[in-house]
C-alpha cells in the first residue's frame, strides 16, 4: 500500500492511504487509514521508516546504537539532533507517496 506524507504549520505530520478509494473503504470499515505524529520524539522513527538513513551531513557514523531517540553511543551525537535532522528530512518529503512504507503504522 502506498501511504502520503503531509505536513502542517505547527510541525506536526500526517501519514495517510494514499488511495482515496481505498482511504474511503477503510473509513467506511471503521479501520484507521491516517496516523497523526505531534510528538517529536516519534519523527526519527516516522523519518526511518520511510527512507531517512539517520544521516547528518556527510558524517561517518551509522548511528547503529540510537533509533534517534537516544544519544549514539558511539559518536556521542544528541537524541536533539537526530529529532531535527529528522524533522528536516520530513519537511523535504512534504508530499511525497511512499510505496510498500509506512504499513508497520497500520493494524491491517
Ligand atoms: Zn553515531
Request: with cysteine; net charge neutral; proline share 3%.
Amino acid at each position: 500500500m502506498n501511504f502520503l506524507l503531509t505536513g502542517n504549520s505547527m510541525g506536526h505530520y500526517t501519514l495517510s492511504v494514499a488511495n482515496k478509494r481505498i482511504a474511503a473503504k477503510l473509513k467506511r470499515e471503521g479501520l484507521e487509514y491516517d496516523k497523526y505524529f505531534q510528538v517529536d520524539y516519534d519523527f526519527p522513527d516516522l523519518a526511518r521508516t520511510l527512507g531517512w538513513n539517520m544521516k547528518i551531513g556527510r558524517e561517518r557514523c551509522q548511528h547503529s546504537g540510537t533509533d534517534g531517540t537516544i544519544t549514539c553511543p558511539d559518536c556521542h551525537r544528541p537524541a536533539a539532533d537526530f529529532i531535527g535532522a529528522a524533522q528536516a528530512w520530513l519537511d523535504r518529503h512534504d508530499g511525497c507517496v511512499f510505496r510498500n512504507k509506512g504499513q508497520d503504522y497500520f493494524d491491517y
